[in-house]
Nanobody, 126 residues
């Protein structure tokens, strides 16, 4: 069991930065690939960024490439999403998720993830 709690969302103007955090508790945290997804009303949860449980592989969605960076600190049981140059289209609820994946494998499909946080709202105004 892994319990995930996101934080760091808020209401910001376009062009600024936010850093989301995902604090994990439970056993075997370092064995999970971690992903960030986002969702707006009426749409599916879309992949944003992921990091392998080995910590040496990352993926980012094309829509946020060059602006968002994912990282993890297993000693602190925390995963981060650094979001720079935020745009109004980034407005969504952001979810942290854990996937019991093979070494250095990162899934971009929300159906494959085993545990989810409650989400944190990010709103970017024009």
């Amino acid at each position: 069991q892994v319990r995930l709690v996101e934080s760091g969302g808020g209401l910001v103007q376009a062009g600024v930065s936010l850093r989301l955090s995902c604090a994990a508790s439970g056993r075997s945290f370092s064995w999970y690939a971690m992903g960030w997804f986002r969702q707006v009303p009426g749409k599916d949860r879309d992949f944003v960024a992921g990091i392998s449980w080995g910590g040496n592989s990352t993926k980012v969605a094309d829509s946020v490439k060059g602006r968002f960076t994912i990282s993890r600190d297993n000693a602190k049981n925390t995963v981060y999403l650094q979001m720079n140059s935020l745009k109004p289209e980034d407005t969504a609820v952001y979810y942290c998720a854990a996937d019991n994946a093979p070494f250095d494998f990162i899934s971009t499909m929300h159906e494959t993830y085993d545990f989810w946080g409650q989400g944190t709202q990010v709103t970017v105004s024009s």
